[in-house]
C-alpha cells in the first residue's frame, strides 16, 4: 500500500470507540445506501452489518443496488427494501441520459425523505451525490479501496460532506494520492460485526466433527477471496516448508472461491498445492463462513493489500488467534503477540514460521484468541460501529453532539 507514515493529520479519527450506545440521532434517520453490488464480498457484508446495527437503534434503511442477484435478495431476505438503479457515471456523449436519471434519483429521494445517503464505497457514489447536491440530504462516501489519484478525482468529482475510511492506513495511503480529498471533512471508522457466543473446546470438536474435519490436529483455516492479492500463493509455500520440514502437524482449509474470475484463480492455486505436494482442503464459496470459523484453531490472513480486512475481524471475534501480514489496516487489528502475530507480507518462510510457532503451542493459541475477542469486543462490534457511524452523520449535518440521543 506503499508508505504508512501520516503525510496528513487524521480528521475525526477514532482510535477507541465504547461499545456502549452514544451516538444515535435525536430523531430516526431514513439512510439510504448505495452499492454496485457485483458478489456477495467484504463490502458487500459490511453495508449489510452496518444497517443490520443502525435498524437495531431505530433508524430506517434502504438499498440502492446497482445489480440484481445475490446481494439483493440477501439483503431483501434480512428485511431491507431493496431498488435497482444501475450505477451510471458522467460522460458527455450520455448527457441525456445521465440527466434523466439524476431526475428520476431526486424524485425517489424526495418522495422517500432521505436523511443520509451513504455510499458503500467510492465508485457507488457519483451519480447518487449528484443527484444529491443542493438538497438538505447528507452525503457520506465510504472508502475501502484503493485507486489512484486521478480515479480518486473522477469519482469524488460532486464532492460529499463527509468521508469516511475503514482504517487509518487507507485514508492516508488515498489522502497522499488526491489533494481534494486531504482537504475533505474525513474519518476512520473500523467495520464492525456481531459477536457470536463465547464457544468452548467441546463445540469446536463438535464443529470439526460436523464439518468433517480432523480433531486430533489444530485446523488452520483461509477464509476469503481466492485471488493472487490475498496471498493464498504465500500460504501453499508456507504449507510446504513446513511439510518438508516435517512440521505440518494440522490441517489446511482454504474456504472461499475466485468469484469474479469464475474460480480461475482458485484452480490455479490448486494445481500448485499439488505441485508442492501438499493436500490443503479446497472447499469452495462457503456461506456458513462462522461454521467453519468455529472449528478452526488458527486464522491466516497472508494479504498483500488489505485496506480493514473483514476476515480478520471475523476470526478475531470467534476468539481465533490470527496470523496477519503487516499491511494496510491488518496491525490496526493485531496487537502483535498479544493478539496475534504479524508477519512481512509476501514471505512465505517467515508465515511459516508463525504457522509453526502456533501449531506448536496451544496454550499460545488459546491466550492470543482470547485477547482478540476481547479487542474485537471493544473495538469492532456492531454496537460500536453503528454508533460511531451514526456520530458522524451527526457531525457532517451539522447536528450537535449535546442532541444526540438513541432514537424511540
Sequence with gaps: ??????????????????????????????????????????????????????????????????????????????????????VMYTSKRRFWTHYAARTSLRRMFKREGVDVLHANDLPSSQ??????????ITRICHHRFLYDGPAIDWFNKYGAEKHIFVSNA???????????????????????????????????????VELGLSTDQPV????????????????????????????????????????????????????????LDISPRFVGFQKNVDRWLAAADIAVVPSHVEPLGNATLEAMSHGLPVIGANVGGIPEMIMHEETGLLTPAKNATALAGAIDCLLQNAELRRSLGAAGRIRCETLFSLEAHASSMLHQYALASGVGQSTLRKAA
Design 220 to 275: 488452520v483455516l483461509f477464509a476469503g477471496q481466492i485471488i493472487e492479492r490475498k496471498g493464498v500463493a504465500e500460504l501453499l509455500q508456507a504449507w510446504a516448508q513446513l511439510k518438508q520440514a516435517g512440521r505440518s502437524e494440522g490441517e489446511l482449509v482454504i474456504v472461499g472461491d475466485d468469484l469474479a474470475g469464475g474460480g480461475a484463480y482458485r484452480e490455479q492455486m490448486q494445481r500448485l498445492a499439488h505441485l
Design 1 to 86: 500500500m506503499g508508505s504508512l507514515n501520516a503525510q496528513f493529520e487524521p480528521h475525526g479519527v477514532l482510535p477507541f470507540v465504547s461499545a456502549k450506545p452514544q451516538a444515535a440521532a435525536a430523531r430516526p434517520l431514513k439512510v439510504c445506501i448505495t452499492s454496485r453490488a457485483p458478489y456477495i464480498g467484504g463490502a458487500e457484508l459490511a453495508a449489510e452489518r452496518l444497517a443490520i446495527g443502525l435498524r437495531q437503534q431505530g433508524h430506517e434503511v434502504f438499498f440502492l443496488l446497482g445489480k440484481k442477484g445475490e446481494v439483493m435478495e440477501r439483503y431483501e431476505a434480512a428485511g431491507f427494501r431493496c431498488h435497482y438503479f444501475p
Design 127 to 136: 451519480i447518487f451525490f449528484d443527484a444529491a447536491r443542493g438538497t438538505k
Design 170 to 208: 487507507l485514508m492516508n495511503e488515498l489522502c497522499s494520492r488526491s489533494a481534494k480529498l486531504a482537504r475533505s471533512e474525513r474519518a476512520v471508522v473500523y467495520d464492525g460485526l456481531p459477536m457470536p457466543v463465547k464457544a468452548l473446546e467441546t463445540d469446536r470438536v463438535i464443529a470439526k
